[in-house]
């Protein structure tokens, strides 16, 4: 399978630089995924399309400010670093840039010093292992120094960072939101709950595959980078318990699939479990634990939208790309929202 098979065209105006001021009021487009049909609502109606049994399942994690701005301490040249992933201690899995001047032991500091690092090693595709040294809390240090990783094509300021967390962010750790759940608000939540809708919660802390592209013609060939997850028995048997009711379970989020893809066996119930999952998930891959799929409009030959045409079909959501277009949604991060029944 070709990773062109994923490509659509999208106009740049289209991509949503800027969140609503009112979460719940991004449209919604309701996929049908026995006849491809879609329907234009807006996302407050999701509540409708839920029903009691369902189990809605939500990743928690929570973005850090994970993007640092500091200066090499030989040359004071200015660098940027993106921390992907604690690897043990005080030592990150980070992204640099500009990356190749970055050699084990160069010296960077952040915030005239109130931050230290060292470079100690190379990672898979160059991303730069770092040692940092400080006194304090270092995630206190990080709140004041760090900012929010934004993806690249959002190009204007973000004046709240709290619109680029979802309203039950807890577990911090991300480099990047689990999108599909910014457009939930309490009040949301809680109709849905009223509805008879039992709600679980899950980590999975996006790490560097949010950000790096599908780099080969071949998707079979392309590389995932491993995160974390976990999952506790107490919200592992919400969702059983929704299975054997012969409710839905409804993911929210290509994180939330990814996790409990990962972690259930072959009758779609899943187990408490942490870890970490490489799980790569396109067309042909058969589905064991969800049911429903609400999700943002993705990058064209993604691996995200390999997700979702796995799960819907990928003419028909190719179609219905397209269909969002000619409709003006809003795409990516801070866009629209999709919800496949």
Known sequence: MNVKDFYYELPKELIAQDPLEDRSASRLMIMNRADGSVTHRVFCDIVQYLQPGDCLVLNNTKVIPARLYGVKEQTHATIEVLLLKRRQGDIWETLVKPGKKAKPGTRLSFGDGLLAAEVVGIAEEGNRLIRFSYEGIFEEILDQLGHMPLPPYITHELKDSGRYQTVYAKQAGSAAAPTA????????????????????????????????????????????????????????????MAKDRGGRVVAVGTTSTRTLESVADASGHVKAASGETQIFIYPGYKFKCIDALITNFHLPESTLVMLVSAFAGREQVLSAYREAVREKYRFFSFGDAMFVI
């Open 181 to 240: 759940g910014l457009h939930f608000t309490p009040q949301l939540l809680e109709q849905i709950r009223e509805k008879g809708v039992d709600i679980a919660e899950l980590t999975l802390h996006v790490g560097l595959g949010t950000f790096r592209p599908v780099k080969v013609e071949n998707i079979k060939e392309h590389h995932m980078h491993a995160e974390y997850y976990e999952i506790s028995q107490g919200q592992a048997d919400k969702i059983n």
